[in-house]
Structure formats: C-alpha cells, structure tokens
T-cell receptor, first 116, second 109 residues
Framework: EAGVVQSPRYKIIEKKQPVAFWCNPI?????LYWYRQNLGQGPELLIR????????DSQLPKDRFSAERLKGVDSTLKIQPAELGDSAVYLC??????????????FGPGTRLTVL | SQQGEEDPQALSIQEGENATMNCSYK?????LQWYRQNSGRGLVHLIL?????REKHSGRLRVTLDTSKKSSSLLITASRAADTASYFC?????????FGKGTRLHILP
C-alpha cells in the first residue's frame, strides 16, 4: 500500500514569495490533516478535512495561509506571502474513519520550508 | 497550543535497557496516542489507548493511562539501536488532536 505522498520535499524561498505544498493521501482515506512542525517541537494542526470539507481550520493563519481539497482526495496548502517565521516542516497525514482506527494517522515525509 | 507534555525532554540509555517516557495533559480526553519520529521514516503511529483503558501492549511497547492524574507512560523494553527517535504523545478530545513536544530517546551501543 502506498503511503502519504508529499511534494516537494524541500523548498527554499525568499520572504514575501508564495509557496505551495501538495499532498496525496492514502487511497480511501477520507480524513486529511496538515500540520506544521517547528524544530524541537511536536506537530501543530493547521487544518483537518473530512472529505472535501474543512472541519477544523481554527489554527490556520487565514491572512496568509489557504488550503483546498478538491474532490476530497489531493490537497494543497499555500502560503502567500511567506514570512521568516514560516520556516518549518509541513506534514500531511491521513486517516480513515471507516476502518475503526479512526484516529490512527499516517504521515507523509513532510516538506521542509526555509524562508530567507 | 500544546496539550500534552512529555517528560523527560531527552533520555539516553544503554542498548538492552528499558526506556520510560511520560506524558501529562490538561483536559479530559477521548484517547491518547503515541508516535515515533526519526529522520529515516518520519512520524509513525505506535499505539492508541482509549480513555476507558488503563494499559495496552504492543510488542515491546507498554502504554498506561491514568485519567485521574491526566498522565500516560510509554515503556519500551529491551531497547535497540533502532529505537533511537523522538517520541510524541498526542491527545484526542472530540477529534481535536494535539501533540506534545516530544522526548528524544538515544540508545547507546
């Protein structure tokens, strides 16, 4: 079974530039999460999707961050414009509410963003 | 905001010894999960324990949950070099999952 796929793996941009991250969850997983992980910290949830609906975006900085999950499968997370403090690893995870393991999340390798 | 807080922040033990990590949290939860993260494989789910469970085992892992003290512990028995990683607890309350800062475990040869 293929895992969660994320791209790019690394991204270096200058501040004020836009950046986008892409995630392809495990096939059949209806729940998709985007997290941000700063160095030495645990992941912090940015947004959670149930199918194509964003059910929890309370931690998403909406002035500069946006996300979408068209057709309830792939998802993109965008930052525009990026700030120095956005440097972090952005993780995507997915889970299935159908298997009974409702909260077991499968994580992708992450995108390491560096803002100069 | 971080609900769970792991203790200790870092731990070094000899290979073969047991490692114990603790997690304390602040509010009531539906369940608590433990994850491992290393540079090679990213974040991996280890075990989930529900609020009405007190202990759970999976291979060399043993997790306990004390809801009265709002704390959980993860025990890794007979540690191996491959156990070197960061370990995070994640609390789930009404589908809101919050990770702690993690314990960095280093297994010495």
């Amino acid at each position: 079974e293929a895992g969660v796929v994320q791209s790019p793996r690394y991204k270096i941009i200058e501040k004020k530039q836009p950046v986008a991250f892409w995630c392809n969850p495990i096939s059949g997983h209806n729940t998709l999460y985007w997290y941000r992980q700063n160095l030495g910290q645990g992941p912090e949830l940015l947004i959670r999707y149930e199918n194509e609906e964003a059910v929890d975006d309370s931690q998403l900085p909406k002035d500069r961050f946006s996300a979408e999950r068209l057709k309830g499968v792939d998802s993109t997370l965008k930052i525009q414009p990026a700030e120095l403090g956005d440097s972090a690893v952005y993780l995507c995870a997915s889970s299935s509410s159908r298997t009974g393991a409702r909260n077991e999340q499968f994580f992708g390798p992450g995108t390491r963003l560096t803002v100069l | 905001s971080q609900q769970g807080e792991e203790d200790p922040q870092a731990l070094s033990i000899q290979e073969g010894e047991n490692a114990t990590m603790n997690c304390s949290y602040k509010t009531s939860i539906n369940n608590l999960q433990w994850y491992r993260q290393n540079s090679g494989r990213g974040l991996v789910h280890l075990i989930l324990i529900r609020s009405n469970e007190r202990e759970k085992h999976s291979g060399r892992l043993r997790v306990t949950l004390d809801t009265s003290k709002k704390s959980s512990s993860l025990l890794i028995t007979a540690s191996r070099a491959a156990d070197t990683a960061s370990y995070f607890c994640a609390t789930d309350r009404d589908d809101k999952i919050i990770f702690g800062k993690g314990t960095r475990l280093h297994i010495l040869p």
